[in-house]
């Protein structure tokens, strides 16, 4: 069965300063990956995916990730946070074939002090 | 952007009541999913549905009911509300040729 590990569960850092969040899958074969953001009393925003190919992949507002298979890890980044950052960030992992389930972990909150 | 919708956003409701809480994507996508999610918690998938006519439970036993009749429109429905179904659920759409899911904002449903 796959799993995700998010173990931040709080990080607060300063606006402009860089970010890491932490993410770490458990699965058989090649997942899938995906980090969503969720603000307060929203839905779930997609930031970025990984499927195959460049291990590093750009998401939207300013967003990467990086993809270790050695770590099995899949890192968030931003080099610059903005205050409009603080939300709740969530990674994710489908199996590469047939199940069509995602499966969660259970978030990192990230709070930007100016 | 994903265009999908839920509503109510918000609802309190007395214990014994029935409730649907409506989903509707405009995408075309076969594939909806609802989550419940308490608040600073993970989101538990409760059913899933690959299309018309075509309803699963998901990893997290639910009372709720689900039914697709339509590929755009996926509601889930409480017989008798009780106030351990206070929770968030949110719905997701996804399309047959990708991966991520696309999520609406959710309802917020108190059960008092």
């Known amino acids: 069965a796959q799993s995700v590990t998010q173990p931040d569960i709080h990080i607060t850092v300063s606006e402009g300063a860089s970010l890491e969040l932490r993410c770490n899958y458990s699965?058989?074969?090649?997942?899938?990956l995906f980090w969503y953001v969720q603000s307060p009393g929203q839905g779930l925003q997609l930031l970025l995916k990984?499927?195959?190919?460049?291990?590093l992949v750009q998401g939207i507002k300013g967003f990467e990730a990086e993809f270790k298979r050695s770590q099995s890890s899949f890192n968030l980044r931003k080099p610059s946070v903005h205050w409009s950052d603080a939300a709740e960030y969530f990674c994710?992992?489908?199996?590469?074939?047939?199940?069509?389930?995602?499966?969660f972990g259970t978030g990192t909150r990230l709070t930007i002090i100016p | 952007e994903a265009d999908i919708y839920q509503t109510p956003r918000y609802l309190v409701i007395g214990t014994g009541k029935k409730i649907t809480l409506e989903c509707s994507q405009t995408?075309?996508?076969?594939?909806m999913y609802w989550y419940q999610q308490d608040p600073g918690m993970e989101l538990h998938l409760i059913h899933y549905?690959?299309?018309?006519?075509?309803?699963e439970k998901g990893d997290l036993s639910s009372e709720s009911t689900v039914s697709r009749i339509r590929t755009e429109h996926f509601p889930l429905t409480l017989e008798s509300a009780r106030p351990s179904h206070t929770s968030q659920y949110l719905c997701?759409?996804?399309?047959?040729?990708?991966?991520?899911?696309?999520f609406g904002p959710g309802t917020r449903l108190t059960v008092t």
């Open positions: 997701a759409s996804k399309g047959t040729n990708s991966y991520e899911q696309y």
């Open positions: 549905s690959y299309g018309v006519n075509s309803t």
């Open positions: 990984y499927f195959s190919g460049d291990t």
């Open positions: 994710a992992v489908g199996a590469s074939a047939g199940n069509e389930k995602l499966t």
């Open positions: 699965y058989g074969a090649t997942p899938y």
């Open positions: 995408m075309g996508h076969d594939k």
